[in-house]
Protein backbone atom coordinates (compact mmCIF):
# COMPACT_ATOMS: atom_id res chain seq x y z
CA UNK A 1 0.00 0.00 0.00
CA UNK A 2 2.71 2.45 1.43
CA UNK A 3 5.33 1.00 -0.91
CA UNK A 4 4.15 3.51 -4.12
CA UNK A 5 4.23 6.81 -2.38
CA UNK A 6 7.29 6.26 -0.21
CA UNK A 7 9.91 5.20 -3.22
CA UNK A 8 8.06 8.30 -4.97
CA UNK A 9 8.78 10.50 -2.30
CA UNK A 10 11.93 9.11 -1.81
CA UNK A 11 13.00 9.45 -5.46
CA UNK A 12 11.52 12.80 -5.47
CA UNK A 13 14.10 13.81 -2.81
CA UNK A 14 17.15 12.71 -5.07
CA UNK A 15 17.51 8.96 -3.75
CA UNK A 16 18.29 6.12 -6.05
CA UNK A 17 15.57 3.94 -5.10
CA UNK A 18 16.05 0.15 -4.72
CA UNK A 19 12.20 -1.24 -4.90
CA UNK A 20 11.94 -4.67 -3.90
CA UNK A 21 8.96 -7.42 -3.36
CA UNK A 22 8.57 -11.07 -4.44
CA UNK A 23 6.75 -9.69 -7.82
CA UNK A 24 9.96 -8.59 -9.57
CA UNK A 25 7.50 -7.74 -12.66
CA UNK A 26 5.81 -5.28 -10.72
CA UNK A 27 8.80 -3.78 -9.25
CA UNK A 28 10.58 -3.53 -12.45
CA UNK A 29 7.91 -1.70 -14.12
CA UNK A 30 7.21 0.37 -11.21
CA UNK A 31 11.00 1.16 -11.50
CA UNK A 32 11.27 2.08 -15.06
CA UNK A 33 7.96 4.50 -14.71
CA UNK A 34 9.70 6.39 -12.03
CA UNK A 35 13.23 6.14 -14.66
CA UNK A 36 10.67 7.75 -16.98
CA UNK A 37 10.08 10.41 -14.61
CA UNK A 38 13.76 11.62 -14.24
CA UNK A 39 14.33 9.89 -10.95
CA UNK A 40 16.72 6.88 -10.55
CA UNK A 41 15.38 3.79 -9.87
CA UNK A 42 15.97 -0.21 -9.78
CA UNK A 43 13.54 -3.17 -9.66
CA UNK A 44 14.53 -6.52 -7.66
CA UNK A 45 13.22 -9.41 -6.10
CA UNK A 46 13.61 -9.97 -2.56
CA UNK A 47 11.24 -12.79 -0.76
CA UNK A 48 11.39 -11.78 3.22
CA UNK A 49 10.67 -15.67 4.06
CA UNK A 50 14.22 -16.92 2.16
CA UNK A 51 17.33 -15.77 3.75
CA UNK A 52 19.33 -16.26 0.78
CA UNK A 53 16.85 -13.85 -0.83
CA UNK A 54 17.83 -11.36 1.56
CA UNK A 55 21.29 -11.67 1.74
CA UNK A 56 21.34 -11.88 -2.15
CA UNK A 57 19.76 -8.53 -2.37
CA UNK A 58 21.91 -7.06 0.23
CA UNK A 59 25.23 -7.85 -1.44
CA UNK A 60 23.55 -6.56 -5.20
CA UNK A 61 23.52 -3.59 -3.84
CA UNK A 62 26.53 -3.32 -1.78
CA UNK A 63 28.43 -4.41 -4.90
CA UNK A 64 26.70 -2.37 -7.10
CA UNK A 65 26.29 0.83 -5.52
CA UNK A 66 29.10 0.19 -2.81
CA UNK A 67 26.70 1.59 0.27
CA UNK A 68 23.37 1.54 1.61
CA UNK A 69 22.01 5.20 2.87
CA UNK A 70 18.58 3.96 3.68
CA UNK A 71 16.92 0.74 4.53
CA UNK A 72 12.55 1.08 4.86
CA UNK A 73 10.80 -1.66 6.15
CA UNK A 74 7.24 -1.77 4.14
CA UNK A 75 6.92 -5.34 3.72
CA UNK A 76 4.15 -7.40 6.13
CA UNK A 77 2.47 -10.66 5.26
CA UNK A 78 -1.56 -11.13 6.45
CA UNK A 79 -0.93 -15.00 5.67
CA UNK A 80 -2.09 -16.53 8.65
CA UNK A 81 -4.08 -13.65 10.32
CA UNK A 82 -6.60 -14.86 12.67
CA UNK A 83 -8.33 -13.60 15.72
CA UNK A 84 -7.16 -15.32 18.80
CA UNK A 85 -9.73 -18.17 19.57
CA UNK A 86 -9.25 -19.23 15.73
CA UNK A 87 -5.66 -18.95 15.77
CA UNK A 88 -3.29 -22.32 15.30
CA UNK A 89 0.77 -22.74 15.87
CA UNK A 90 1.01 -23.02 12.49
CA UNK A 91 -1.01 -19.27 11.04
CA UNK A 92 1.22 -17.77 14.08
CA UNK A 93 4.57 -18.78 12.65
CA UNK A 94 3.43 -18.15 8.97
CA UNK A 95 2.94 -14.43 9.54
CA UNK A 96 5.90 -13.96 12.27
CA UNK A 97 8.43 -15.95 9.62
CA UNK A 98 7.84 -12.63 7.53
CA UNK A 99 6.72 -9.72 9.73
CA UNK A 100 9.19 -10.83 12.92
CA UNK A 101 12.22 -13.26 11.72
CA UNK A 102 12.02 -11.24 7.91
CA UNK A 103 12.14 -8.13 9.17
CA UNK A 104 14.81 -8.78 11.56
CA UNK A 105 17.34 -10.75 8.77
CA UNK A 106 17.26 -7.41 6.45
CA UNK A 107 18.12 -5.10 9.46
CA UNK A 108 20.57 -7.32 10.60
CA UNK A 109 22.29 -7.48 6.95
CA UNK A 110 21.79 -3.83 6.09
CA UNK A 111 23.26 -2.11 9.47
CA UNK A 112 26.02 -4.84 9.31
CA UNK A 113 26.93 -2.69 6.12
CA UNK A 114 26.22 0.64 7.61
CA UNK A 115 28.11 0.11 10.67
CA UNK A 116 31.51 0.07 7.84
CA UNK A 117 29.80 3.09 6.41
CA UNK A 118 29.21 4.68 10.20
CA UNK A 119 25.99 5.86 9.04
CA UNK A 120 22.62 5.10 7.65
CA UNK A 121 18.55 5.75 8.56
CA UNK A 122 16.35 2.38 8.95
CA UNK A 123 13.07 3.61 8.56
CA UNK A 124 10.42 0.66 9.61
CA UNK A 125 6.62 1.50 8.13
CA UNK A 126 4.20 -0.17 11.37
CA UNK A 127 0.65 0.98 12.49
CA UNK A 128 -1.67 2.76 14.33
CA UNK A 129 -2.25 -0.85 16.30
CA UNK A 130 1.63 -0.53 17.17
CA UNK A 131 0.79 2.43 19.65
CA UNK A 132 -2.87 1.57 21.01
CA UNK A 133 -5.18 -1.63 20.63
CA UNK A 134 -8.02 -2.32 18.07
CA UNK A 135 -10.74 -0.48 18.50
CA UNK A 136 -13.43 -3.20 17.36
CA UNK A 137 -16.47 -0.68 17.56
CA UNK A 138 -15.17 0.78 14.41
CA UNK A 139 -16.39 -2.16 12.33
CA UNK A 140 -19.97 -2.32 13.23
CA UNK A 141 -21.83 -4.58 11.90
CA UNK A 142 -19.45 -5.53 8.82
CA UNK A 143 -18.74 -8.53 10.20
CA UNK A 144 -14.82 -7.52 9.96
CA UNK A 145 -12.39 -7.49 12.98
CA UNK A 146 -8.78 -6.57 13.48
CA UNK A 147 -6.20 -10.20 13.79
CA UNK A 148 -4.61 -10.55 16.95
CA UNK A 149 -1.38 -11.46 15.00
CA UNK A 150 -1.14 -7.65 13.85
CA UNK A 151 -1.44 -5.92 17.13
CA UNK A 152 1.34 -8.27 18.02
CA UNK A 153 3.73 -7.38 14.87
CA UNK A 154 3.13 -4.24 15.17
CA UNK A 155 3.29 -3.31 18.94
CA UNK A 156 6.79 -5.58 17.95
CA UNK A 157 7.98 -3.26 15.71
CA UNK A 158 8.05 -0.31 17.76
CA UNK A 159 9.97 -2.35 19.87
CA UNK A 160 12.64 -3.39 18.05
CA UNK A 161 12.69 0.20 16.59
CA UNK A 162 14.04 1.20 19.80
CA UNK A 163 16.26 -1.74 20.49
CA UNK A 164 17.78 -1.05 17.28
CA UNK A 165 18.06 3.09 18.07
CA UNK A 166 20.05 2.54 21.09
CA UNK A 167 22.36 -0.06 19.90
CA UNK A 168 23.51 1.20 16.58
CA UNK A 169 23.77 4.95 17.97
CA UNK A 170 27.41 4.79 17.83
CA UNK A 171 27.79 3.75 14.94
CA UNK A 172 25.59 7.05 13.52
CA UNK A 173 22.83 4.64 11.99
CA UNK A 174 19.61 6.01 13.30
CA UNK A 175 16.37 3.73 13.56
CA UNK A 176 13.06 5.08 13.71
CA UNK A 177 9.49 4.13 12.67
CA UNK A 178 6.62 5.59 11.36
CA UNK A 179 2.66 4.78 12.19
CA UNK A 180 0.37 5.74 9.69
CA UNK A 181 -3.40 4.96 10.06
CA UNK A 182 -6.08 3.78 7.60
CA UNK A 183 -4.68 4.33 4.17
CA UNK A 184 -7.67 5.74 1.91
CA UNK A 185 -7.08 4.77 -1.17
CA UNK A 186 -7.43 0.82 -0.24
CA UNK A 187 -10.06 1.36 2.22
CA UNK A 188 -12.13 3.12 -0.38
CA UNK A 189 -11.63 0.73 -3.31
CA UNK A 190 -12.61 -2.58 -1.28
CA UNK A 191 -15.16 -1.04 1.19
CA UNK A 192 -16.24 2.21 -0.82
CA UNK A 193 -18.54 4.73 1.82
CA UNK A 194 -19.50 1.95 4.17
CA UNK A 195 -20.13 1.64 7.82
CA UNK A 196 -16.47 1.34 7.93
CA UNK A 197 -15.27 3.65 6.45
CA UNK A 198 -17.58 6.35 8.11
CA UNK A 199 -17.10 4.85 11.28
CA UNK A 200 -13.37 5.00 10.64
CA UNK A 201 -13.44 9.07 9.82
CA UNK A 202 -15.86 9.51 12.50
CA UNK A 203 -13.41 8.74 15.36
CA UNK A 204 -10.22 10.38 13.55
CA UNK A 205 -10.16 14.29 14.49
CA UNK A 206 -9.23 14.95 11.00
CA UNK A 207 -11.95 13.07 9.73
CA UNK A 208 -10.23 11.62 6.97
CA UNK A 209 -7.91 8.28 6.06
CA UNK A 210 -4.08 8.53 5.08
CA UNK A 211 -3.43 9.69 1.54
CA UNK A 212 -0.30 8.86 -0.52
CA UNK A 213 0.50 12.59 0.24
CA UNK A 214 0.39 12.07 3.50
CA UNK A 215 3.37 9.32 4.23
CA UNK A 216 5.67 11.03 2.12
CA UNK A 217 7.18 14.27 4.14
CA UNK A 218 7.67 12.10 7.20
CA UNK A 219 9.97 9.14 5.04
CA UNK A 220 11.98 12.02 3.62
CA UNK A 221 12.20 13.54 6.68
CA UNK A 222 13.05 10.69 8.82
CA UNK A 223 15.81 9.34 6.27
CA UNK A 224 17.81 13.09 5.05
CA UNK A 225 19.63 15.25 7.35
CA UNK A 226 16.60 17.00 8.17
CA UNK A 227 15.73 14.52 10.64
CA UNK A 228 19.82 13.49 11.61
CA UNK A 229 19.27 14.00 15.30
CA UNK A 230 15.93 11.97 15.43
CA UNK A 231 16.03 8.03 16.65
CA UNK A 232 14.06 5.71 18.31
CA UNK A 233 11.14 7.41 17.81
CA UNK A 234 7.49 6.78 16.70
CA UNK A 235 5.66 8.41 14.46
CA UNK A 236 2.59 8.25 14.57
CA UNK A 237 0.87 9.58 11.29
CA UNK A 238 -2.74 9.01 12.03
CA UNK A 239 -4.80 12.56 11.43
CA UNK A 240 -5.37 12.16 15.45
CA UNK A 241 -6.75 8.73 15.53
CA UNK A 242 -4.16 8.19 18.55
CA UNK A 243 -4.97 11.39 20.70
CA UNK A 244 -8.03 10.76 21.96
Known amino acids: MFGRPISIGLAEAGARVIIASRNIDNCKAFAEEL ?51 ESTANDWEKAQHINSTGLMLISKNVVLQMM ?10 GSIQGSVGPNFEVYGTTGMTSPANYTYDKWGMVGFTKWMANYYGKYNIRVNCISPGGYGPGIEHSFGDGEFTQNYKNLTPLKRFCYDDDIKGPVVFLASEAGSYITGHNLLVDGGWTSW
Open 35 to 85: TDMGHKAEGVRLDLGDEDSIINLVDFVKSKYQQIDILVNNSVTREGYQTLE
Open 116 to 125: KQKNGSIINI
